[in-house]
């Protein structure tokens, strides 16, 4: 039986992390060992940009909101506070929308809120 080397096995790994470095500059696109260091950094930046984009929305969302309530006489905690107690459950998201793209419906929930 002949010898298997994994010459086929290790061509398609290394093929994969050079795909993947493809983008790179230099010899962090063409040397193997270079690339897959530079691959696997970039899978740890992507990876924490992923964590970090979720912080990142949800304060634009806050500040977005605060800029509308305060066109309306309010702030963003008072607002989050009126919206709790007259139960009205819309997520920062929908509201940091409205709040941009349809103000008038944005002030008829601050003022259904507020009573």
Known sequence: MPRAKRGFKARRRRNRVLKFAQGFVAGR???WRRA???VHRAWMHAYRGRKNK???MRR???VRINAGAHLNGTNYSRLVGALDRANI???RKVLAELA???PAAFT???QTAKV
């Open 36 to 38: 897959v260091e530079a």
């Open 89 to 91: 459950e819309i997520d």
């Open 54 to 56: 979720k912080r990142f």
């Open 29 to 31: 696109r063409r040397m």
């Open 100 to 102: 941009i793209v349809d």
């Open 108 to 110: 008829k929930i601050v």
């Open 60 to 62: 634009l969302w806050i």
